[in-house]
């Protein structure tokens, strides 16, 4: 089947650490995205990517960085310049007219400790 | 962007159906209402989308008001799987702009 997948599903990381979130998809989509939750709240862009080796930030791409090297996969470094990294982060697909919408990932919940 | 404006919560009785509304008063003419939804610490599903005509799937029905400045989700026979958070978000029809997902409608499916 095809899908998203992110890995891990939770991760745990000392303050002061980087930390890389996996998202790889098998759905031949060419844009893909980070979303950013935190409890109770909707979703902020971090990063989004229309096609390889091209991306841009979104709303809050302050202490994040992103590659683009293969169609599918995306992964995303919150860095140690990122004030507040514990949250639940999303990874997303889509085509470029996004007939069908977003396909989301299950998400990974980091923590900083 | 347009932006859109939900209700923060709400209850349905188990097999009623479920009506979610969402304004979006500012929407352009070449813009779609999407819907989604997101049951707790998962990734957000595609519901459904629309222009201007109502539309049906499988999962829900999505009425849009002739002025477009507003539309409700439908639920016609709401489940206990069916509470999540649902999300309405305006896109427009070509090229891709940022898109905001609000804090969206926790609609609490009670049996």
């Known amino acids: 089947d095809g899908g998203i997948t992110q890995s891990p599903k939770y991760l745990f990381r000392k303050e002061g650490q980087n930390v890389t979130l996996s998202c790889e998809q098998n759905l031949n989509h060419d844009a893909m995205y980070w979303y950013r939750q935190d409890p109770g709240q909707g979703l902020r862009l971090i990063y989004y990517?229309?096609?390889?080796?091209?991306?841009q930030k979104g709303d809050i791409a302050e202490g994040y960085s992103v590659s683009r090297e293969k169609k599918e996969s995306f992964p995303l470094t919150v860095t140690s310049a990122q004030k507040n990294p514990t949250a639940f982060y999303l990874c997303a697909s889509s085509t470029p007219d996004r007939v069908g919408g977003y396909t989301f990932g299950s998400g990974t919940r980091l923590t900083v400790v | 962007d347009a932006k859109t404006t939900q209700p923060p919560s709400m209850d349905c009785a188990e097999g009623r159906a479920a009506n979610l509304p969402c304004n979006h008063s500012t929407i352009s003419g070449n813009e779609y209402v999407y819907w989604y939804r997101q049951i707790h610490s998962q990734g957000p599903q595609y519901i459904i989308h629309?222009?201007?005509n109502n539309e049906t799937n499988e999962m829900a029905s999505l009425i849009i008001t002739e002025d477009r400045k507003s539309s409700t989700l439908i639920l016609p026979h709401a489940t206990l799987r069916d509470t999540a958070v649902y999300y309405c978000i305006i896109e427009p029809a070509g090229g891709y702009q940022k898109v905001t997902f609000g804090t969206g409608t926790k609609l609490q499916v009670i049996p």
């Open positions: 629309g222009l201007k």
């Open positions: 990517s229309q096609i390889v080796n091209d991306f």
